[in-house]
């Protein structure tokens, strides 16, 4: 994983600016990982994507990440920050590849889900047509005492089962905050969205770059290019002696 130059941020803020998040998080890896096809990218598991997400959040802008979370309770906000260290979580021991479970009779054949799953759920427009859609992808064969079924008819039980048996050899697909209200005592989990923390990231630093782009061409009639080309101590010293 490597950092991105200044020209890298803004042509991946500027692409990922009216790309789905499925496809946004592709591009931020294909600029952190120039050896790796997009497709293979996109075939990468979610946990794994969701690793590599953390270790280009790492690299460009340091594990320390804070935010703020409004307790369900009574709407408290609460500020919270943590290393990204601390919720890592290891990959599982067959985290790629086919994989198999056996269950109340059922044996299935299944592979973890990836960003193309993602995106295809993305577009089933309710959450009971994302699950058939999932199921369907990434159930490769379900039989019953031999006979092959339709993996959307699994029973609720088997389907139950079967996530869990997913997140523990993916486990970085998800990843759950625990938080507790100092006011009310209310306790609760939150999603922690290691892309939309990433873009975030992004999108402040392109801005922010636009703007010194901005004042030293105003100021001095240099190119885009030209000014990316310098320190960012050699633009910050530019823009002082500007104003």
């Known amino acids: 994983?490597?950092?991105?130059?200044?020209?890298?941020?803004?042509?991946?803020?500027?692409?990922?600016l009216t790309q789905h998040p499925v496809d946004r998080a592709l591009t931020i890896l294909a600029a952190a990982l120039p050896d790796t096809?997009?497709?293979?990218?996109?075939?990468?598991?979610?946990?794994?994507?969701?690793?590599?997400?953390?270790?280009?959040?790492?690299?460009?802008?340091?594990?320390?990440?804070?935010?703020v979370a409004e307790c369900p309770g009574c709407g408290e906000l609460l500020e919270w920050a943590l290393d990204l260290g601390e919720i890592r979580s290891p990959l599982?021991?067959?985290?790629?590849?086919?994989?198999?479970?056996?269950?109340?009779?059922?044996?299935?054949?299944?592979?973890?889900?990836?960003?193309?799953?993602?995106?295809?759920?993305?577009?089933?427009?309710d959450v009971a047509g994302g699950r058939t859609a999932l199921l369907r992808r990434c159930v490769l064969e379900a039989q019953r005492e031999s006979?092959?079924?339709?993996?959307?008819?699994?029973?609720?039980?088997?389907?139950?089962?079967?996530?869990a048996e997913m997140e523990t050899r993916d486990p970085q697909a998800e990843?759950?905050?625990?938080?507790?209200?100092?006011?009310?005592?209310?306790?609760?989990?939150?999603?922690?969205?290691?892309?939309?923390?990433?873009?975030?990231?992004?999108?402040?630093?392109?801005?922010r770059l636009l703007g010194e782009v901005h004042g030293l061409a105003r100021a001095y009639g240099w190119s885009e290019a030209a000014i990316l080309g310098m320190s960012p101590a050699r633009r910050h010293f530019y823009l002082e002696a500007a104003t």
């Not at 994983?1 to 990922?16: I, N, P, Q, Y």
């Not at 479970?101 to 295809?120: F, K, Q």
């Not at 999603?191 to 392109?206: K, S, T, Y």
Request: include cysteine; charged fraction near 25%; glycine fraction near 10%.
């Open 37 to 67: 096809d997009r497709d293979r990218l996109a075939s990468m598991s979610v946990g794994r994507r969701n690793g590599h997400l953390m270790d280009a959040r790492e690299a460009n802008f340091g594990s320390g990440v804070s935010g």
């Open 175 to 207: 990843t759950l905050l625990d938080f507790a209200c100092p006011a009310c005592g209310a306790r609760w989990q939150a999603f922690f969205d290691v892309l939309a923390c990433l873009w975030a990231e992004i999108q402040a630093r392109a801005r």
């Open 147 to 163: 006979v092959k079924i339709e993996p959307s008819s699994l029973p609720e039980t088997v389907v139950f089962e079967l996530a």
């Open 1 to 16: 994983m490597r950092a991105l130059s200044d020209h890298e941020v803004l042509r991946t803020w500027e692409t990922g």
């Open 92 to 125: 599982g021991a067959a985290e790629g590849g086919l994989n198999r479970l056996a269950l109340e009779g059922y044996e299935l054949l299944y592979r973890l889900p990836d960003s193309t799953d993602l995106a295809v759920v993305a577009l089933g427009g």
